[in-house]
């Protein structure tokens, strides 16, 4: 009376128990106020890039301690670089203050055992590539009302 349809095996899963190199991401969300405007810059090799920096604080602040009193937020800086010529156009464009959503790929980058551990290059960092940014809101405007009498 009803003829079955053959199902198809071509059904693939949504996940993998293999690793595969093309799927991997490391990917960091922030979403703060520039800290200031975002600067042109050139590599040794004479390639523009951007660099700007991005601040977030952590809100609520952590539980009360046990004498009740609270520490408070701390604002934590993130530094971004660009290297995408559109991006860098627009970027170029930003102002200190403006509160942006930013999506970076990041990189972890070990410390060079040779070097002194008071640089940059004797200290672990985190490397990050401006991937997307959009602006939320401009900077706040500074509101000066002057009295006329």
């Not at 920096?53 to 301690?65: E, I, L, W």
């Not at 170029?92 to 055992?113: M, P």
Request: without cysteine; aromatic residues 8%; hydrophobic residues 30%.
């Amino acid at each position: 009376m009803f003829a079955r349809a053959p199902i198809s095996r071509a059904i693939t899963r949504a996940f993998s128990t293999t690793a595969s190199r093309s799927s991997d991401v490391s990917k960091l969300v922030l979403v703060g106020r520039l800290g200031k405007d975002p600067e042109v810059r050139m590599t040794k090799s004479d390639k523009e890039y951007v660099s700007y920096s991005v601040a977030t604080t952590n809100y609520p602040p952590p539980p009360p301690g046990p004498d009740g009193t609270r520490q408070e937020s701390k604002t934590t800086w993130h530094h971004i670089l660009s290297f995408n010529p559109g991006a860098n156009n627009y970027l170029r464009n930003l102002q200190k203050g403006s509160h942006v959503y930013v999506e970076a790929n990041f990189e972890l980058r070990e410390a060079d055992s040779e070097a002194d551990p008071n640089t940059p290059q004797g200290q672990r960092q985190i490397f990050l590539r401006h991937e997307n940014i959009r602006v939320l809101r401009g900077p706040p405007q500074n509101h000066s009302t002057e009295e006329s009498s």
